[in-house]
C-alpha cells in the first residue's frame, strides 16, 4: 500500500529556518514528480513546491520563490527547505505524488498526513 509520510516540522521564530522531509513506501515514484502543498486554518490547500521526477526541474508559488528549496534525494525521498520563514507560512504542509502534476491538487494521486509548521512573530 503507498504511504507518505511527512516529517521535521516544528515551532520557529519569524526568520528562522525548517527542513521538511517526505518519504514514501509501497512502491517505487521515481516515474512521478512530488509536490509540497500546505493548507492554513481556514483556507484552502495550496501548491508550495515541486519537483520532477528525474529531480532536474523545479517550480516554486510566488509567495515562496527564494526562500524554499526542494530536492529530491531518490525515487521516494524528498525535501522542502524553508528559509525566512514568516508567520504566514504557518500551515500545515502536505507532500503528494502520483500524477503528472505540478501546481494542480488535484494531479497529484497520493497524499501523506501532514506535518505542522507554525511560525512566531
Known amino acids: 500500500q503507498e504511504q507518505l509520510v511527512e516529517s521535521g516540522g516544528g515551532l520557529v521564530q519569524a526568520g528562522g529556518s525548517l527542513r521538511l522531509s517526505c518519504i514514501a513506501s509501497?512502491?517505487?515514484?521515481?516515474?512521478?514528480?512530488m509536490g509540497w502543498f500546505r493548507q492554513a486554518a481556514g483556507k484552502e490547500r495550496e501548491f508550495v513546491a515541486a519537483?520532477?521526477?528525474?529531480?532536474?526541474?523545479t517550480f516554486y508559488a510566488d509567495s515562496v520563490k527564494g526562500r524554499f528549496t526542494v530536492s529530491r534525494r531518490n525515487a521516494n525521498t524528498v525535501y522542502l527547505l524553508m528559509n525566512s520563514l514568516k508567520p504566514e507560512d504557518t500551515a500545515v504542509y502536505y507532500c503528494a505524488t502520483g500524477g503528472a502534476s505540478w501546481a494542480i491538487r488535484a494531479g497529484y494521486e497520493y497524499w501523506g498526513q501532514g506535518t505542522q509548521v507554525t511560525v512566531s512573530s
Open positions: 519537483i520532477s521526477w528525474n529531480g532536474i526541474s
Open positions: 509501497g512502491r517505487s515514484f521515481s516515474s512521478y514528480n
